[in-house]
């Protein structure tokens, strides 16, 4: 069964940094786009980064030049740089991909989701 695991979020003052990570793990054939997404408390979620297989990268306009988000395939590992923290970044962050599992079954995975709290 495969699995998208965050370890947990964090709290950061105004202007901190903070980086995230998820490793998916299971019976993996192979990733294709993974992307990180989050909520703030009465809004929807957002898509806040995505990265393709390839490395190929797109950002919300709210992070651009402030969120890099990597990925190493070798580990089935995805990251996100977070920089120059805000308090209306702070939200629930989800890891998500697009996984073709060892069966050749292709869906989306959701990570738990995890809290960042930017505030003084």
């Known amino acids: 069964q495969v699995q998208l695991v965050e370890p947990g979020g964090g709290w950061v003052q105004p202007g901190g940094s903070l980086r995230r990570s998820c490793v998916a793990t299971?019976?993996?054939?192979?990733?294709?786009?993974r992307a990180w997404y989050r909520q703030a408390p009465g809004k929807d979620r957002e898509l806040v980064a995505g990265i393709t297989s390839g490395g190929s990268t797109n950002y919300a306009d709210s992070v651009k030049g402030r969120f890099t988000s990597s990925r190493d395939n070798a580990k089935n590992m995805v990251y996100l740089q977070m920089n120059s923290l805000k308090p209306e970044d702070t939200a629930v962050y989800y890891c998500?991909?697009?996984?073709?599992?060892?069966?050749?079954?292709?869906?989306?995975?959701w990570g738990k989701g995890t809290l960042v709290t930017v505030s003084s």
């Open positions: 998500n991909a697009d996984v073709v599992d060892s069966n050749y079954y292709h869906r989306r995975y």
């Open positions: 299971g019976s993996i054939f192979s990733i294709n786009d």
